[in-house]
Structure formats: C-alpha cells, structure tokens
C-alpha cells in the first residue's frame, strides 16, 4: 500500500519559517492533487493549502494567504508547503494528502482526498 511520508516539522519561534515536504513511498505512484491539512489538539482537521497537477491551481485558507506557498514536482508526487512568519495558532500535526482518481469535488474538502500520511508536527513558540 503505497504511503505519504511528510518530514520537515519542527518547533519554530514565531514569525520563523519551515518547509514541509511531503512524497509518495512509491515512485509508480500517481496523483492528480496534493494537499495539506492540519489538526491542532481539540479542533477538527482543516485544510491549509492544496494544488491541482492539472491545471497548477491552488488554494489556501485565508488565515496563511500570503504567508505559506505550496509548490510542488507532478512528476515525483512530490509535495511543498513553505510556510513563513509563522503564528502560534499555526501550530498542529501537518497532513499530506493525495488525490489519485478522476472524480468531482473541491480541493478544500477532506473527502476529495484517498490517500493521507501520518502527520508532521509544527510547533511555534511565541
């Protein structure tokens, strides 16, 4: 069964930086979007930022836009969230997720993701 292995969390003063990466254990592996969630202890999983191979379009949830960008290589199901200025509400174990199969649905949604890794953990300190 083919995994997602993120790795690039860590524990971070606030309004320092991270890069997250996130791939697949297979390189057979193929994806039409990749995502990043995260959960913070005692609140629901939410989506941070997603892109779409297709077309290269992303989306981010307000409270990162235009602090964290992802970015990523379609060819190596390969993943990236740069995430700058980072806040102490940013804190949360980070997921990668992918989307293998045609289908409708909103890159936003967790439902529109098949594949998941186990998390990163982000931690900023204020």
């Known amino acids: 069964q083919v995994q997602l292995v993120e790795s690039g969390g860590g524990l971070v003063q606030a309004g320092g930086s991270l890069r997250l990466s996130c791939g697949a254990s297979e390189r057979t592996f193929s994806t039409l979007a990749m995502g990043w969630f995260r959960q913070a202890p005692g609140k629901e999983r939410e989506i941070v930022a997603a892109i779409y191979w297709t077309d290269s379009s992303t989306y981010y949830r307000n409270s990162v836009l235009g602090r964290f960008t992802i970015s990523g290589d379609n060819a190596k199901n390969t993943v990236y969230l740069q995430m700058n200025s980072l806040k102490s509400e940013d804190t949360a174990v980070y997921l990668c997720?992918?989307?293998?199969?045609?289908?409708?649905?909103?890159?936003?949604?967790?439902?529109?993701?098949?594949?998941w890794g186990q998390g990163t953990q982000v931690t900023v300190s204020s």
């Open positions: 997720a992918a989307r293998r199969f045609r289908g409708r649905g909103s890159l936003s949604s967790q439902s529109f993701y098949d594949t």
